[in-house]
């Protein structure tokens, strides 16, 4: 069910780690924000501020990255950003002394765990959605991305297809939920090829990664002595960035997303087309029910608001 409150943080919650790509240590702290401020990335090496939303993006190859017309970037945000779609959080500041989010374990579970220690409250603001009205379609050479129409909330359906042996042709689908989100996404790790990994460093890529943040994949399997943690891992993976990446439009989405063999660049230019677009969505907001109706099984009830581009 959707939610009909926004939603901020009920404590600040602080993490540290190395940045995968970087290289570099960097400590983020989560705040509580209030309502309409939506995920706000602060920089206190520098005091510059960034908002996540579509007109931030300067880099979507193999991390997104955020950045305003004068401040400096923050780097490899979808799997916090993936963590406050997934659970259901509108609202926070993001404090960090460094240029790239920490990968942590690879994956978002220790974003959520520390969601679960800040708690998640809601605030007395309505919520917005930015649903979908028509199909959207971005196709490359090898696969496609593509947003259309459902009123049930946000679906997801990814398939990816490698032809190294571990990996192969995978699908995942679902219904989001934080239920959902947690048992089947949030545990799942980034993954990388080690016949990449000098083009990588050269490029200056992956400085960070090792066996403990990244499923490393030789020409003989998988190396990691741990193995996989769901059997279909990789697509969960690719699944979750997809979720922080769409997280991008500034808003919740009601609409279903399909991709073919996408990533970080394919997911961000579905949702920039998707805003280049006005006939193609609309902003709705959630009718807080009288106090007297509130029940566990108070429906969404959505009611049209004056147009504006989300990411103001």
């Not at 032809?163 to 949030?186: C, N, W, Y």
């Not at 429906?299 to 989300?310: C, D, K, R, S």
């Amino acid at each position: 069910m959707n939610a009909v409150r926004q939603t901020t943080l009920g404590d600040c919650v602080t993490l540290s780690g190395v940045g995968v790509h970087s290289g570099k240590r960097a400590r983020l702290s989560i705040a509580p924000a209030e309502a309409d401020t939506g995920i706000v990335f602060h920089r206190i090496d520098s005091a510059q501020s960034v908002r996540a939303c579509r007109g931030a993006v300067r880099g979507s190859d193999l991390a997104t990255v955020l950045r305003d017309s004068s401040g400096p970037a923050v780097s490899t945000v979808e799997h916090l950003l993936a963590c406050f779609s997934g659970l259901g959080v509108d609202n926070a500041y993001v404090e960090i002394d460094g240029p790239e989010v920490p990968i942590l374990d690879g994956s978002a579970d220790e974003f959520v765990a520390a969601v679960d220690e800040a708690g998640v409250v809601e605030t007395n603001r309505a919520r917005r959605y930015l649903r979908v009205l028509k199909t959207v379609r971005v196709e490359t050479e090898t696969g496609f991305g593509e947003l259309s129409p459902y009123d049930f909330g946000f679906r997801l359906e990814v398939e990816i297809d490698f032809a190294h042996a571990a990996i192969g042709r995978q699908r995942f689908a679902a219904t989001m939920s934080p239920g959902v989100f947690r048992k089947e996404l949030a545990a799942a790790r980034t993954f990388g090829f080690v016949s990449d990994v000098e083009r990588l460093w050269q490029a200056g890529y992956a400085l960070g990664a090792s066996l403990d943040n990244t499923i490393c994949l030789g020409e003989d399997g998988i190396v990691n002595t741990t193995g996989l943690r769901y059997s279909d891992e990789f697509v969960r993976h690719k699944a979750l960035d997809a979720i922080g990446d769409l997280a991008i439009g500034g808003l919740p989405l009601m609409a279903r997303y399909r991709s073919y063999r996408g990533g970080h660049k394919l997911n961000f230019a579905v949702v920039d087309a998707l805003l280049s677009d006005r006939s193609a969505y609309e902003i709705v907001e959630a009718r807080i029910p009288a106090r007297r109706s509130v029940s566990s099984n108070a429906g969404l009830v959505t009611v049209a608001v004056p147009a504006y581009a989300p990411e103001l």
